[in-house]
Nanobody, 126 residues
Framework: QVQLVESGGGLVQAGGSLRLSCAASGRTFSGYVMAWFRQAPGKEREFVAYIRWSGGSTYYADSVKGRFTISRDNAKNTVWLQMNSLKPEDTAVYYC???????????????????WGQGSQVTVSS
């Protein structure tokens, strides 16, 4: 059983920064893809970023490129999302997710992920 626990959300003014943390427990994460998604009220869950555990290659949604950075710490089994230059439209519940293997397609699709955290609220005021 893989468990993911997010923390670090909160309220921040536009232009500010937050860092989200996702602590993962369970089997080894070699080969895993770890991702962040977000969901605003009345909207579908939206891809934000992913990182491949081995090697650390990353991919970002266009809406967050240049502002957000995803990273991981192998020793701590933790994934972070550093969010800078936050905008009101970034307001959402942010979820971390994990998939045991990588595929070249559909890694931005929520249905391809097996494990999910409980979510962490991020609110950006104007």
């Amino acid at each position: 059983q893989v468990q993911l626990v997010e923390s670090g959300g909160g309220l921040v003014q536009a232009g500010g920064s937050l860092r989200l943390s996702c602590a993962a427990s369970g089997r080894t994460f070699s080969g895993y893809v770890m991702a962040w998604f977000r969901q605003a009220p009345g909207k579908e869950r939206e891809f934000v970023a992913y990182i491949r555990w081995s090697g650390g290659s990353t991919y970002y949604a266009d809406s967050v490129k240049g502002r957000f950075t995803i990273s991981r710490d192998n020793a701590k089994n933790t994934v972070w999302l550093q969010m800078n230059s936050l905008k009101p439209e970034d307001t959402a519940v942010y979820y971390c997710a994990a998939r045991p293997s990588y595929t070249t397609v559909a890694m931005v699709t929520p249905g391809f992920y097996d494990y999910w955290g409980q979510g962490s609220q991020v609110t950006v005021s104007s």
